[in-house]
């Protein structure tokens, strides 16, 4: 066979294997090309080959993403959400940076978003994805309010987000959310009073916001929660 035609025909056969990447595929070629992986962990996986690593290429129904412990560092892709059938995100005691994508939101199936101990920052997107039931974006530098549409996640069981530089005052619209049993916020840098509305969070059963800014008394109908076992929110 004619080298050159050779040639053509191999790079239209490469062309054509990256075309048919599924959306899973892509996604995860996208967040190693984002990664600096300084212990190596990822090494075997070549983001130039367009089907590396081989076992991705059949990935249709990804559930779960674990990166966790790795001392990775680099921004989290925009394309992570066309893995919209993913269930769970672990990518805590990293050195991930940037802002979370609002894409993520795409998600619609994630029950599970664990990226503490990490360096993100910026604003929590004003939109989550509603099938969240466990939330920690705790030990980051996110910053802003915190959004009173979270109050739209009502299958949320637990919010972790200590140890930010979260302002302003804790959303009442927090006591819409039934399911949730832990809510941590301390060491932020949040006012004003607890708001009375988080006496209507039945399923309650550690709440805790120290460490911040917080004045005036515990409303007393928290008190009488059912579930709640801890209640915590001494000021710095």
């Known amino acids: 066979m004619n080298p050159f035609l050779f040639s053509v025909l191999l790079f239209t056969s490469f062309l054509a294997c990256k075309s048919q ?3 899973e ?3 995860l ?7 600096h992986d300084p212990l190596g962990a990822l090494t075997g996986w070549d983001p130039t080959t367009p089907l590396a690593p081989d076992q991705f290429a059949s990935l249709t129904s990804l559930r779960k993403i674990s990166l966790r412990s790795n001392f990775f560092n680099g921004t989290l892709p925009h394309s992570l959400a066309k893995c919209t059938l993913l269930r769970a995100v672990f990518l805590q005691y990293n050195s991930f940076s940037g802002n979370l994508p609002p894409e993520i939101s795409n998600l619609t199936n ?3 978003l664990n990226i503490a101990q990490n360096r993100f920052s910026g604003e929590i997107p004003r939109s989550l994805p509603v ?3 466990y ?3 705790s030990s ?3 910053s802003g309010s915190i959004p009173s549409s979270i109050s739209d996640l009502a299958q949320l069981q637990l919010i972790n987000l200590s140890y930010n530089q979260f302002s302003g005052s804790i959303p009442a619209s927090f006591g819409q959310l039934q399911s949730l049993e832990y809510l941590w916020l301390d060491y932020n840098v949040l006012e004003g009073t607890l708001p009375s509305a988080i006496a209507n969070c039945s399923s309650l059963v550690h709440f805790s916001a120290n460490g911040n800014s917080l004045g005036g008394l515990i409303p007393a109908a928290i008190g009488e929660l059912p ?3 801890v209640v915590s929110a001494f000021r710095k």
Do not use: R
Not at 29 to 35: A, D, M, R
């Open 227 to 229: 579930k709640l076992a």
């Open 140 to 142: 980051n530098t996110f």
């Open 135 to 137: 939330l920690d974006l």
């Open 110 to 112: 994630l029950q599970v």
């Open 21 to 23: 990447q599924n959306p």
């Open 29 to 35: 070629t996208s967040i190693k090309q984002n990664l």
């Open 25 to 27: 595929t892509q996604a």
């Open 131 to 133: 099938s969240l039931k």
